[in-house]
C-alpha cells in the first residue's frame, strides 16, 4: 500500500527563503490493479502570483515494476542544443532526467528514489540551477526511510 498522503505533506516544506508556499495537495488513486499517493505544493518567489514560480511533487508508486521500470533508464538519455537540455544522469546515485528551456526559462527535474518515490521539481522563470538547489530541500533520507514503516 502506498504511504498516506497526510505523511507525506510534511515533505513538502512550508517555508522556503524567498519564496512563498501554496497549500499542499494530496490525494491516493487506485487505476489498472495498483495505487499511487501523490502530494504537491507550489511556491511563488517573493509574493503570491509571481511567475517565477517552483513546484514540487512527489509521488509513491509502492514499488509498482510497471513504474519502477518507466523510470530506471533516465540516466541514459541526454541531449543539447540552443534551445536547452535534457540529460539524464545520477543524482546523489538516484537515477535523474533534468531539462531546461534556456529561452522560457522554465525546467524539470525528475528523480527516482528508491524505486518507489518519484520526486519531481519544475520551475518556470528561474535560472537552471534552481532545480537541484531545491532538491537539497528535501529530506530524502527520512523519505526512503517511510517505505520500511
Same mark, same amino acid.
Given at each position: 500500500e502506498p504511504i498516506p498522503f497526510e505523511k507525506l505533506v510534511p515533505f513538502l516544506p512550508d517555508?522556503?527563503?524567498?519564496?512563498?508556499?501554496?497549500?499542499?495537495?494530496?490525494?491516493?488513486?487506485?487505476?489498472?490493479g495498483f495505487r499511487v499517493t501523490t502530494v504537491s505544493r507550489t511556491y511563488h518567489q517573493g509574493e503570491k502570483g509571481s511567475d517565477k514560480t517552483v513546484?514540487?511533487?512527489?509521488?509513491?508508486?509502492?514499488?509498482?515494476?510497471?513504474?519502477?521500470?518507466?523510470?530506471?533508464?533516465?540516466?541514459?538519455?541526454?541531449?543539447?542544443?540552443? /534551445? $536547452? &537540455?535534457?540529460?539524464?544522469? %545520477?543524482? /546523489? $546515485? &538516484?537515477?535523474?532526467?533534468? %531539462?531546461? /528551456?534556456?529561452?522560457?526559462?522554465?525546467g524539470s527535474l525528475t528523480v527516482f528514489v528508491s524505486n518507489r518515490f518519484l520526486i519531481e521539481i519544475e520551475t518556470s522563470g528561474l535560472d537552471s540551477k534552481t532545480l537541484q538547489e531545491w532538491w537539497k530541500k528535501l529530506d530524502i533520507e527520512k523519505l526512503e526511510a517511510m517505505k520500511a514503516s
Open positions: 517555508k522556503v527563503g524567498g519564496f512563498v508556499a501554496d497549500r499542499a495537495d494530496g490525494s491516493t488513486t487506485s487505476a489498472m513546484s514540487v511533487r512527489i509521488t509513491d508508486g509502492t514499488g509498482n515494476q510497471f513504474f519502477a521500470a518507466a523510470h530506471a533508464v533516465a540516466p541514459e538519455f541526454g541531449h543539447q542544443s540552443t /534551445d $536547452g &537540455y535534457a540529460k539524464g544522469f %545520477k543524482l /546523489d $546515485g &538516484y537515477p535523474a532526467l533534468e %531539462k531546461y /528551456d534556456n529561452h522560457e526559462q522554465d
